[in-house]
């Protein structure tokens, strides 16, 4: 059943509309609830005798390519906040070129859908040779990656077909979110937050099939965006993530361009493109950014940006305060777990971009599923 299209024409529209199941499927068994005397917390299998070399070591390294290292990205604030150790990121084809120092005291964490991506694969041989904890997080049983780390997490996201890498992606991000919350486990300052958050993943698909009916509407701003040249997407902090997987999605099967920016950076060069009709997707839902991301806005509105901006929902009227702009409303959740929520529009958008454009969905041009060769 997996491999059929059933009642969708592409794979990838079907994998979109998968997530509330397949997140699911991801944290089954791994989520204690609590009770009377048990506090709620996390189980992954495959790492429990490894937390305590985790927790001991000097820095996290996450390595992976594409969609999978921008999951990596979504999920380092909340690694860095629950476990207190210095988070580092790196593509793994950028580790090997520079031969980047990894260290006995390391703990890497190879992030992969298929398990065999060639670059990600010489990374984890390079951070084997150099004595660090590998711990693999792949979409694969019995892929290379899985079989060839120490340690690892499946993201049983369910056999993903489409080119264009989706409901795996979020459930990378919810086996880091878990990553995390087993790491910050054996901290009591943390763990209302952690509470929080584990309630916010009970929630999640249920969230998920509600951001998923935005699908019409992302479908006619496909339309209105169908003869663009360029797409910009801003996000920051927990969403800069979703902004270059937002953009990767668009480029990747709608043939589009589409860049994803760092907010912060935006009077450091971004800034000159900007004019009456760039579309700029920005993503403002609440969080700790909210504010800065609102002053993005106006000084967008102020050079008569073309603003397309993601908020939470009930902020459509308060959020293009100087100026008009159309919005996408989405539901708010715990802000580690967003970007899981927000990504969910701009899938729908780039599916939908590439069917209205007459472009292969699931077999984009150039493109392999797996890149096992360097
Ligand atoms: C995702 O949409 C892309 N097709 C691509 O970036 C992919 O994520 C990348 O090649 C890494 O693949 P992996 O997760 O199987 O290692």
């Not at 479908?219 to 902090?237: C, H, T, W, Y």
């Amino acid at each position: 059943e997996q491999i059929n299209k059933g009642k969708y024409e592409h794979y990838m529209q079907k994998e979109i509309h998968e997530q509330p199941q397949s997140l699911t499927t991801t944290m089954r068994g791994r989520l204690i609830r609590g009770g009377s005397c048990k506090a709620k917390s996390v189980l992954l299998g495959g790492l429990k005798d490894h937390l305590k070399t985790i927790r001991r070591s000097r820095r996290i390294v996450f390595i992976g390519c594409g969609t999978s290292y921008n999951a990596a990205l979504a999920a380092r604030p909340i690694l860095e906040e629950l476990s207190g150790i210095p988070v580092t990121m790196e593509i793994a084809s950028d580790l090997l070129d520079r031969q980047g120092p990894i260290y006995r005291e390391d703990t890497t964490v190879f992030v992969s859908q298929s398990g065999e991506t060639a670059d990600t694969l010489l990374a984890l041989e390079y951070a084997l040779e150099n004595g660090a904890l590998c711990v693999g997080i792949t979409n694969t049983v019995g892929s290379a990656i899985a079989r060839n780390t120490h340690c690892g997490v499946h993201i049983n996201a369910g056999c993903e077909i489409g080119v264009a890498s989706t409901k795996a992606y979020t459930s990378q991000i919810v086996v880091m979110a878990m990553l995390a919350l087993a790491i910050g486990d054996d901290t009591i300052s943390s763990q209302t937050r952690r509470e929080a958050i584990i309630d916010g993943l009970f929630d999640l698909p249920g969230k998920v099939k509600e951001v998923l009916k935005l699908d019409e509407e992302m479908k006619d701003l496909a339309k209105l965006l169908i003869a663009e040249q360029s797409l910009l997407v801003f996000g920051r902090g927990y969403n800069y993530a979703t902004a270059l997987e937002g953009a990767l999605k668009v480029k990747e099967v709608s043939l589009m361009h589409s860049e994803g920016i760092l907010a912060g950076e935006m009077k450091h060069g971004p800034l000159a493109l900007v004019d009456e009709t760039l579309p700029i997707v920005v993503i403002a839902t609440r969080d700790a950014c909210f504010s800065k991301q609102q002053s993005v806005i106006q000084q967008l509105h102020a050079r008569k940006g073309r603003l397309i901006v993601m908020c939470t929902k009930g902020d459509a009227e308060s959020v293009c305060v100087g100026g008009s702009c159309r919005v996408i409303e989405v539901p708010q959740v715990e802000d580690c777990l967003q970007p899981v929520i927000n990504i969910v529009p701009l899938q729908l958008l780039a599916y939908h971009l590439t069917v209205l454009r007459g472009y292969n969905v699931d077999q984009p041009r150039n493109l392999a599923k797996s890149v096992t060769t360097q």
